[in-house]
T-cell receptor
Framework: SQTIHQWPATLVQPVGSPLSLECTVE??????LYWYRQAAGRGLQLLFY??????ISSEVPQNLSASRPQDRQFILSSKKLLLSDSGFYLC???????????FGSGTRLTVV | KQEVTQIPAALSVPEGENLVLNCSFT??????LQWFRQDPGKGLTSLLL?????REQTSGRLNASLDKSSGRSTLYIAASQPGDSATYLC??????????FGAGTQVVVTP
């Protein structure tokens, strides 16, 4: 069966520090992968999506970047965190186009 | 641009009552609609997925309908239980293949 893993579950980082959040998918190949952010009291915002290795599309210009070094691995990064980067980050995959999304358990990031 | 709206924003019902959650979207050119549940501090759990060619989907006490032409979906939860307390999110896959979310309905079921 397909599973999606995200880590870490929680993270507290100082302003200006780097960030690396990792997401991996098991039990499927060539998934579409997505990074979403959920800020306090707001809806889910699509940040990046990837349809294959090395292929990244950015939805919102910001302080973050994404990479897909392997078929089932998706990484969200920042060189220098801002206070506004705080939020709940969710990774999702779509095995077959238009057949629904599966989400990871999320990473709670607090920038202090 | 696709906009997804969920009404009401919050709902409190006594245990045993049926829940009715509404979702509307502005562009009927969707591929599918998905209902999710989110518990506080947790990720999203998929409840039901309705393809654009379908009118409804059922899973246990849950039933979701889709009227694509009018841009509406309704999630029914029969005989609510305290364990149903959560935030319910509606999302559509739009014509660009992107998942667009509503802001959610926060549900509290009181014993």
């Amino acid at each position: 069966s397909q599973t999606i893993h995200q880590w870490p579950a929680t993270l507290v980082q100082p302003v200006g520090s780097p960030l690396s959040l990792e997401c991996t998918v098991e039990g499927t190949s060539n998934p579409n992968l997505y990074w979403y952010r959920q800020a306090a009291g707001r809806g889910l915002q699509l940040l990046f999506y990837s349809v294959g290795i090395g292929q990244i599309s950015s939805e919102v210009p910001q302080n973050l970047s994404a990479s897909r070094p392997q078929d089932r691995q998706f990484i969200l990064s920042s060189k220098k965190l801002l206070l506004s980067d705080s939020g709940f980050y969710l990774c999702a995959w779509e095995g077959q186009t238009n057949y629904g999304y599966t989400f990871g358990s999320g990473t709670r990031l607090t920038v202090v | 641009k696709q906009e997804v709206t969920q009404i009401p924003a919050a709902l409190s019902v006594p245990e045993g009552e049926n829940l009715v959650l509404n979702c509307s979207f502005t562009d009927s050119a969707i591929y599918n609609l998905q209902w999710f549940r989110q518990d506080p501090g947790k990720g999203l759990t998929s409840l039901l997925l309705i393809q654009s060619s379908q009118r409804e989907q059922t899973s246990g006490r849950l039933n979701a309908s889709l009227d694509k032409s009018s841009g509406r979906s309704t999630l029914y939860i029969a005989a609510s239980q305290p364990g149903d307390s959560a935030t319910y999110l509606c999302a559509v896959t739009d014509s660009w293949g992107k998942l667009q979310f509503g802001a959610g309905t926060q549900v509290v079921v009181t014993p």
